[in-house]
């Protein structure tokens, strides 16, 4: 769905997405997220076209350029050998792997906010140009996600807990001309905010986030249900092991002390703003982590070469670092469930066998998106979300630069069809199962339709309905081969039997 959005909605160029995510209701905003992404998706597009993997391949060199300076400020804030392992742990985790092939912005920011922090090693030796550099690159990571300022916050405080009161004040004024640059979208931020204090899908993270980003940073979930306790336990004992190891350079005073406590200070220190924010409004989301992620490839970087760690707890550290990641990099790989589906050959599936006049709803935009994405000329729709839910995401204003189609429930979607092609998330009928309950969507179509077949397509679910009265004229038709209403039933039916008989997921059922 997000990379769905991030490609259907860049393509319709500067104007349009300006309109998309400024014009909203009661002076509020269409979208939560500023416009430097998507406008340098567009220009990428331009030139290289809008196909998927042209879109990924923008994240990739993004990604790349992201490894070179992790290796340029490990390099800066101590030495070849550390930078060396700096990028072997930035380039082999699943985390930096996932978000540097995603067609989101996660990547783009990380980028930016390491160039800030190059930027600044290299402003504090005494080259003033570089605070320009820091300047410019602080404004583009605002440009690109709002949550940079959590990152930049955290940041500010390096000159104070170095006491570099000459660094603290070229850093006040470079941050004033970031926010300069940054002020022609920063007079829209109130509206931006106001939009996700009023309602928005994160909710308020619990304690349990602690050890979830451990599993973040060394693995990234989702991992298959057996491996995720030995995957936590070996991730938690390689932060706990480089903290301890942190700890005994600064006892010890190890000449890079000092550094290693920075980094591990940029590794955390955001998250945990963004947990303590999150309690009063809910903005935790992980992948907004990245950049304190490559932070913490550095910091275990140090700890592995300069933190002076035996060299048994070296070999353990290592080890342990890259099981991890292997666990996450399988199902990165081969992971095919929520929300995930081949959404073309569902398409093409719909699209051979449909007839005119049939309705194609799917429960949910995060379904509907990428279908739409891969086929725009099929006559598909979706059912929108309350309005003002957590999960309505998808501002009346962007569903007009998108040009969707939705109706606002199942009943008026299907209202006068024949037959309804129904498309569903499993993980959506599970939890309405676990609450005891049937999915209403579903419910309303077995009540007013008789289900003809139901397949599966990953963890979606595509049923496919017939009117009750006609289905009733089917099967007569099916037991006696006679048919009284002409051939218009006889193409319908017929058009049924073959969907049978090419389905390999029937399932059994009252009325298949």
């Known amino acids: 769905y997000d990379e769905s959005f991030s490609i259907l909605f860049s393509e319709k160029g500067l104007s349009a997405m300006m309109y998309g995510t400024l014009q909203g209701s009661g002076g509020g905003a269409a979208d939560i997220h500023p416009l ?78 390491l160039a800030a922090v190059y930027s600044y090693l290299r402003a504090v030796k005494g080259d003033w140009k570089w605070w320009i550099l820091f300047a410019i690159s602080s404004a583009a990571a605002q440009y690109i996600h709002n949550l940079a300022a959590i990152h930049l916050a955290v940041f500010a405080f390096t000159p104070l807990a170095q006491k570099n009161w000459k660094a603290l004040k070229a850093f006040l004024l470079a941050a004033a001309f970031a926010v300069l640059l940054y002020l022609p979208w920063l007079i829209h931020l109130p509206s931006q905010v106001s939009k996700v204090q009023s309602f928005y899908w994160v909710e308020r993270p619990g304690v349990e986030k602690v050890f979830t980003l451990f599993l973040v940073y060394l693995s990234y979930p989702p991992l298959p249900g057996k491996w995720l306790a030995p995957v936590l336990l070996l991730s938690t004992l390689v932060v706990t092991l480089a903290a301890y190891q942190t700890y005994l350079a600064w006892r010890k005073k190890l000449p890079s002390w000092k550094s290693g406590l920075w980094t591990a200070f940029l590794a955390f220190a955001s998250p945990l703003l963004l947990w303590l924010i999150s309690q009063f409004v809910p903005i935790y989301i992980e992948r907004a982590l990245l950049p304190s992620h490559a932070m913490f490839c550095v910091w275990l970087g ?60 799917h429960s949910s935009k995060l379904s509907y998106l990428p279908a739409f994405y891969f086929n725009a000329e099929l006559p598909q729709l979706y059912i929108a979300d309350p309005p003002a839910s957590p999960t309505d995401t998808l501002a009346p204003a962007t569903r007009e630069v998108l040009k969707v189609r939705f109706e606002e429930d199942i009943q008026s979607a299907a209202a006068g069809k024949r037959r309804v092609w129904f498309i569903v998330y499993q993980q959506s009928l599970e939890e309405y199962k676990q609450a005891g309950l049937t999915h209403p969507h579903l419910e309303y179509l077995e009540e007013n339709f008789s289900l003809l077949f139901v397949e599966e397509w990953g963890d979606l679910r595509l049923y496919l309905f017939e009117k009750k009265s006609a289905a009733a004229k089917t099967r007569l038709y099916l037991q006696t081969g006679e048919c009284t209403e002409g051939a218009e039933i006889t193409s319908m039916v017929r058009s049924i039997c073959e969907l049978l008989a090419s389905s390999n997921s029937v399932k059994t059922s009252k009325t298949a």
């Open 302 to 361: 140090w700890a592995a070469v300069r933190g002076g760690i035996p060299k048994p707890a070296r070999v353990f550290l290592l080890v342990s670092v890259f099981i991890a990641a292997a666990a996450g990099f399988f199902p990165h790989v081969h992971y095919t469930g929520f929300p995930y589906a081949d959404f073309a050959a569902l398409d093409r599936r719909i699209a051979s066998a449909r007839l005119e006049g049939d309705a194609i709803v």
């Open 36 to 113: 430097g992404y998507y406008a340098s998706l567009w220009a990428w597009m331009k030139l290289f076209g809008g196909s998927i993997v042209s879109a990924r391949i923008f994240s990739v060199l993004v990604g790349t350029a992201s490894l070179a300076l992790i290796y340029a400020i490990a390099r800066a804030a101590f030495d070849e050998e550390t930078a060396l392992f700096s990028l072997a742990f930035a380039s082999a985790l699943p985390f930096q792997i996932h978000f540097s092939q995603e067609v989101r912005m996660y990547a783009l920011l990380s980028l930016s906010l």
